[in-house]
T-cell receptor, first 111, second 111 residues
Framework: EAQVTQNPRYLITVTGKKLTVTCSQN?????MSWYRQDPGLGLRQIYY???????DKGDVPEGYKVSRKEKRNFPLILESPSPNQTSLYFCASSSQADTQYFGPGTRLTVL | RKEVEQDPGPFNVPEGATVAFNCTYSNSASQSFFWYRQDCRKEPKLLMSVYSSGNEDGRFTAQLNRASQYISLLIRDSKLSDSATYLC????????????FGSGTQLTVLP
C-alpha cells in the first residue's frame, strides 16, 4: 500500500530535549516536505527537499533541521525544542507533477 | 494580509443542502489551485484540482476566477460524510509540490 508514515504519532517532551520525528514514504517520490499546522494559521511549510541531499527552507524553518540521506526518509529534527513548537506536524511527499500525499501527523507538545 | 484567505466558518447545514465556500489569493501570478479536505485530527487529502474552465466531480464543483483572484467550491446535496474542514490551496510556482494553504473552512452537515 502506497503511504507516508510518521513516528511518533504523539509526543510530549520538555524544553531543550532534542527530538527527531521520522518520515518515510514507499512511493519512490523525489519531493518531500514538512508542515506544521496551528489553529487559525493553516499549514505552513517548514522545510522541503527536491531530492536526496537537496533541502531548502520553507516559510517557518527557525528551530528545525532536516536531512535527506535516502530518498524514502526525511526526518525532522528539533535540536532544542521550545513551547512555541507545540503543534501538529505533517510530512508529505509527491512525484514531479503529482499531488502531495500526507502522513498521518505527529502531535507534539513541548512543556 | 494572508496569501490565501478563507472564511473559517463554521458552516452548519442540513443534510441535502447546497453549500458554497470561497477563497481569495493575493498573488496574481498563482498558477495552480486545489481544494483539500481534512477530517478532524487527520491528514489533508486532495479533493479536487481547480481548472480555469471550472470542473465538476459528482456533487462537487470548483470554479476559478483569475480576474478577481478567488476560487470557489460548491457542494450539492450535502451528506453527513461531507463534514470536514475544506482547505483552499494555491501553488505560486505552478508545481503541485509547493503549496500555500488557507486556514480552512469548517463544515458540519446536520441530520
Amino acid at each position: 500500500e502506497a503511504q507516508v508514515t510518521q513516528n511518533p504519532r504523539y509526543l510530549i517532551t520538555v524544553t531543550g530535549k532534542k527530538l527527531t520525528v521520522t518520515c518515510s514514504q514507499n512511493m519512490n517520490h523525489e519531493y518531500m516536505s514538512w508542515y506544521r499546522q496551528d489553529p487559525g494559521l493553516g499549514l505552513r511549510q517548514i522545510y522541503y527537499s527536491m531530492n536526496v541531499e537537496v533541502t531548502d527552507k520553507g516559510d517557518v524553518p527557525e528551530g528545525y533541521k532536516v536531512s535527506r540521506k535516502e530518498k524514502r526518509n526525511f526526518p525532522l529534527i528539533l535540536e532544542s525544542p521550545s513551547p512555541n513548537q507545540t503543534s501538529l506536524y505533517f510530512c508529505a511527499s509527491s512525484s514531479q507533477a503529482d499531488t502531495q500525499y500526507f502522513g498521518p501527523g505527529t502531535r507534539l507538545t513541548v512543556l | 494580509r494572508k496569501e490565501v484567505e478563507q472564511d473559517p466558518g463554521p458552516f452548519n447545514v442540513p443534510e441535502g443542502a447546497t453549500v458554497a465556500f470561497n477563497c481569495t489569493y493575493s498573488n496574481s501570478a498563482s498558477q495552480s489551485f486545489f481544494w483539500y479536505r481534512q477530517d478532524c485530527r487527520k491528514e489533508p487529502k486532495l479533493l479536487m484540482s481547480v481548472y480555469s474552465s471550472g470542473n465538476e466531480d459528482g456533487r462537487f464543483t470548483a470554479q476559478l476566477n483569475r480576474a478577481s483572484q478567488y476560487i470557489s467550491l460548491l457542494i450539492r446535496d450535502s451528506k453527513l460524510s461531507d463534514s470536514a474542514t475544506y482547505l483552499c490551496v494555491v501553488s505560486f510556482s505552478g508545481s503541485a509540490r509547493q503549496l500555500t494553504f488557507g486556514s480552512g473552512t469548517q463544515l458540519t452537515v446536520l441530520p
